[in-house]
């Protein structure tokens, strides 16, 4: 069975980012692994650390079991995630674990750290994965090393912009206003982060703003009107995959930044 891993910082990411996508791979009969570097544990203004941390791993585990899917915390702390040897070894662990063919992180350019030092990981650590001599944790559960480096999608940074507010594009867009409503329930999961954005940085409307980047993100790919994406840009470092794998999967529809993947088409 083909297998998607997505691989992002903290709780809701996947959800907000790349859920769509991840649905339309489930349905055609993908297994879909989720996992997360911390369980989001300085997202609250009145729980402490400890308590808010297994709020929101549950609801990380409740959006997967929606999904169809596994979840797996890695155990960062918030603002804390770094480009580290311990860190890469439990990423690689989690990469030879699940073995992905494809594997979704975030872009390596993004508002905050925290992702961008996580995209940093998926990709190192993928590629260490592959390495026999490359140990990610005791012998009894060290599993085999990758035969193949899986293929990278970075997915887009939050609001579509870079730090300095810029619009990024991406190579290419997934077509899910088949499954938008459904994203929408797995994005509900995550009733502790809406609080928390609406507290720390005045955001409400979390459902309606995550809508919002997929419409703006259809305009994009220059879909009709009511329809909702997302966006990739595959990582081409040497030894990676060049093939795109995704497009094969979503029915072989063309790629490209002025075309979507089709969602709905045979």
């Not at 350019?109 to 990981?121: G, I, K």
């Not at 619009?167 to 994005?187: C, E, H, M, N, W």
Request: net charge positive.
């Amino acid at each position: 069975m083909p297998t998607v891993l997505a691989l992002m910082a903290h709780p809701d990411d996947i959800e907000i980012l790349c859920a769509g996508t991840l649905l339309l791979l489930r349905a055609k009969g993908w297994d879909v692994h989720l996992a997360t570097m911390t369980a989001g544990d300085l997202g609250s203004r009145d729980l402490p650390p400890q308590k808010i941390a297994r709020v929101r791993r549950a609801e990380a585990a409740a959006a997967a079991k929606l999904l169809g899917a596994t979840y797996t915390c890695l155990g960062e702390r918030d603002l804390c995630i770094t480009y580290n040897v311990p860190s890469k070894r439990r990423v690689s662990a989690l990469i030879r674990r699940t073995r992905p063919d494809i594997l979704i992180t975030h872009s390596p350019t993004d508002y905050m750290a925290d992702h961008e030092e996580t995209s940093r990981l998926a990709r190192e650590g993928a590629f260490a994965a592959a390495i026999p001599n490359w140990k990610c944790g005791s012998r009894a559960s060290e599993k085999k090393p990758l035969v193949a480096l899986p293929a990278i999608l970075y997915a887009d940074p939050i609001d579509a912009v870079d730090i300095l507010g810029r619009r990024q594009s991406a190579a290419f867009y997934v077509d899910i206003t088949p499954v938008i409503g459904r994203k929408s329930d797995l994005l509900a999961c995550h009733s502790s982060q809406r609080d928390w954005l609406r507290a720390q940085h005045g955001v409400d409307e979390y459902l309606l703003w995550m809508r919002r980047c997929g419409a703006a993100r259809a305009r994009d790919a220059r879909l009709p009107a009511k329809h909702f994406a997302e966006g990739f840009n595959p990582h081409h470092g040497h030894g990676f995959p060049a093939e795109n794998i995704l497009s094969s999967a979503l029915n072989g529809a063309t790629v490209s930044s002025a075309r979507a993947i089709s969602a709905t088409r045979k």
